[in-house]
């Protein structure tokens, strides 16, 4: 069945380290792949996509995230954690290749916390 | 540009009621999707709107319903309600299907 893993529910990062939040997926060729950010109380933000092409992409608030074919992943990063990412981390993906009809496949979220 | 709004924010109904949630989109875009998010489930697609038309439905049961109008404004129906529909519904709307999807705050929906 598709579906997409996160595989770590809840990180603790301090504030000013590296951050990687790992997301695989199972299908069978390249979906198109999200990233979406939840504050509590609140919708989901679109953080970065991949389509196509660079597989290293940048994305808003200084994420990026670089998709590996081999390991079905498409991990996000950012280098420096800021209190304000304090945050649940959505990876999804588009299961038709640009010929969705709407229906997004999301992980179940990582919630990452920060320390001062 | 406007974002997706969603009304009510906040929903508190009983058990074998029914609800109606509303959806607007940020103008211009067609594409109307409702999701479902619930802790132990997390996120799941309920359906999707373009022109007035369903195109796509999730493995909901029939309680769920949904329309869109001539304005792509969408409104998603619940009948007769359970506990286990308590949750946040979000709506998302874009261009067009396969272009990346906007999320509006949802509805959050207590059933008692």
């Known amino acids: 069945a598709q579906s997409v893993t996160q595989p770590d529910i809840h990180i603790t990062v301090s504030e000013g380290a590296s951050l990687e939040l790992r997301c695989n997926y199972s299908y069978g060729a390249t979906p198109y792949l999200f990233w979406y950010v939840q504050s509590p109380g609140q919708g989901l933000q679109l953080l970065l996509k991949y389509f196509s092409g660079d597989t290293l992409v940048q994305g808003i608030k200084g994420f990026e995230a670089e998709f590996k074919r081999s390991q079905s992943s498409f991990n996000l990063r950012k280098p420096s954690v800021h209190w304000s990412d304090a945050a649940e981390y959505f990876c999804?993906?588009?299961?038709?290749?640009?010929?969705?009809?709407?229906?997004?496949?999301f992980g179940k979220g990582t919630k990452l916390s920060v320390k001062p | 540009k406007a974002g997706v709004t969603q009304t009510p924010r906040y929903l508190i109904k009983t058990r074998g009621q029914q609800v109606t949630l509303s959806c607007s989109p940020i103008?211009?875009?067609?594409?109307v999707s409702w999701y479902q998010q619930t802790p132990g489930q997390g996120l799941q697609f309920l359906f999707e709107y373009f022109s007035e038309t369903q195109r796509n439905k999730g493995n909901f049961p029939g309680r769920f319903s949904g329309r869109q109008f001539s304005n792509s404004r969408s409104e998603m129906n619940v009948s007769t309600l359970e506990l286990g529909d308590s949750a946040l519904y979000l709506c998302a709307s874009s261009f067009n299907a396969g272009n990346e999807q906007f999320f509006g705050p949802g509805t959050r929906l207590t059933v008692l």
């Open positions: 999804a993906v588009d299961p038709n290749y640009g010929g969705s009809q709407g229906n997004l496949i």
């Open positions: 103008s211009g875009h067609r594409s």
